[in-house]
């Protein structure tokens, strides 16, 4: 195979490695878990934005599911917050208050 138009075809050297994705680390906040209404970028439908929880992920989804489910309304868990769609703040707020969280409402 000194034939210089040959090249490699197949090798069982190097196979399919998978990386290790990095831990995403979320920066500690001040304790106090912040309940927000949004309407920016979609559409004039509010959302309620849940921010200061210092959760990893998979608590972090239980208790969206949780939420979702006492106010009856669809949501998501994303990048550390937890969106729920209408304006529930008051209800969020009673529902984490009973959880040991001291919460505060933001914005409009």
């Known amino acids: 195979m000194s034939d210089s138009n040959s090249r490699l075809v197949y090798s069982t050297d190097v196979g399919r490695i998978e990386e290790q994705k990095p831990k995403v680390q979320r920066p500690k906040g ?5 309940i927000r209404r949004e309407t920016a970028g979609r559409k ?16 972090l989804a239980k208790l969206a599911a949780e939420l979702k489910k ?8 994303k990048d550390g917050d937890i969106e729920i769609q209408g304006d529930k703040r008051d209800v969020i707020k ?4 009973a959880k040991g969280y001291q919460v505060k409402l933001a914005g409009g």
């Open 70 to 77: 006492k106010c009856g309304c669809g949501g998501s868990a």
């Open 44 to 59: 004039g439908k509010g959302v309620c934005v849940v921010t200061g929880l210092d959760l990893d992920d998979e608590s």
């Open 30 to 34: 001040d304790g106090i878990v912040r």
């Open 94 to 97: 009673q529902l984490l208050e």
